[in-house]
């Protein structure tokens, strides 16, 4: 008698990410309980299941992660264009987020990035906001996966007094949301130009006590380095090892402005790198050294940022961009292959995030995070190596299913668990409000 599982999809390809480089022609992958329990070609895996899917003309892989952003801040999104940062964010971004953020606006941000990723096979991501817990039930209520960072900063916001008060709302969030499968919840200090040295302290010691992650910007631009040398004597990474704060719980976010000591650093305290390329690239940031961090061993994942600064949420577009940087900063071709950048995208992603033995890959015994791209028109002929089509053709708008731990939450480009009529009408209604004020 076969085994029974829940879902057994079969497709053209399969890249499970694990092992490296691997394209399985004419595969497919069975789904029990919400986790893999096969994967290989079609003939190899007999079994009876109680949903089934024929994806002929589609790759699978692993749901993409979106290891940083700021997702409510999509309502933001092309307000503010063509901006040097410090002048976005101290003329346009924080004016803005004064006037207008709320529960009702991070919950209705929230919804609408989240549709977004979905649609561009986003199954996982982190994010760092004001009101948390709206961020929080938005993820939940779709059913995708997410680290939530709360945002710490020194200064009276919308949501909090100050970085004690932040950090004691933050840690309530955590204790309420404990029983959430698919979330985690850290601390997220903005940076060390928007926090005293003391309130890192704070976070370091009870990011150790707890083991939760934590989530800063860090040397994001050649200001950033240059004004805290010329404040405190102290570079932004010098500080952050100091307080205690470098190891394996912390993700530094752009990190573009780095030397080889840096990287040593980061290497030999095990800290992760979230890489943003094309909000860099947009806001004249810098390019990070990835080339050299990879050479290094450092844990290395892909993140859009916010859509107020990158316009976009597509993880694809950030794969292009950190593969094309990679090899015009080095002068080598050869740089950040296809699948290089893929592995930043899903698996490297996962590992930087601490989530590396839960997602990131199809291999048996994760969780079902899975993609399925139609790789059928036109643009995407012909396909010698479906790799190369994720990274260096378009097609993002050509996810076609996405599954979170074995739940179907989009089915040909239909979302399951939102409603999209009612969330482009937030967005609409947010857009007119914001414009005529």
Known sequence: MA??????????WLVPVEPARQVIEGASI???????VSVGERDQISVEADEEFSLDDHVLLPGFVNAHGHA???????????????????????????????QDFVRDGTELAIAEMLRAGTTCF????????????????????AQITFPIVRFPNNWSRDADDCIHRGLALRDDLRSQRRLIVGFGPHATYTLEPKNLERIATYATELDAPVQIHLHETTAEVENAVKETGERPLDLVERVGLLGPTLQTVHMTQLTDADIETLAATDTAVVHCPQSNLKLASGIAPIAAMRRAGIRLGLGTDGAA???????????NAASLLAKISNHDATELSAFDALHLATLGGAIALGLGDEIGSLVPGKSGDIIAIDLSELETQPVYNPIS???????????????CEGELLMRERVLLTLDE???GAHAR???ERISKS
Request: proline share 2%.
């Open 421 to 423: 009529d009612r969330v």
């Open 72 to 102: 409510a801040m999509v309502l933001f999104r092309g307000y503010a264009d063509d901006m040097r940062l410090q002048a976005w964010l101290d003329e346009r971004i924080w004016p803005l987020e004064h006037a207008w953020v709320d």
């Open 3 to 12: 085994e029974k599982v829940d879902t057994l999809i079969h497709a053209r």
């Open 429 to 431: 209604a947010w857009a």
């Open 309 to 319: 600064g990158n316009n976009g949420l597509s993880m694809m577009r950030e794969m």
């Open 30 to 36: 069975a789904l029990r309980g919400g986790r893999i």
């Open 389 to 403: 089509h994720l990274v260096y053709t378009a097609c993002a708008h050509k996810v076609s299913h996405l599954w």
């Open 126 to 145: 982190s994010d760092m906001y004001y009101f948390p817990e709206a961020a929080a039930r938005a993820a939940c209520d779709a059913g995708l996966r």
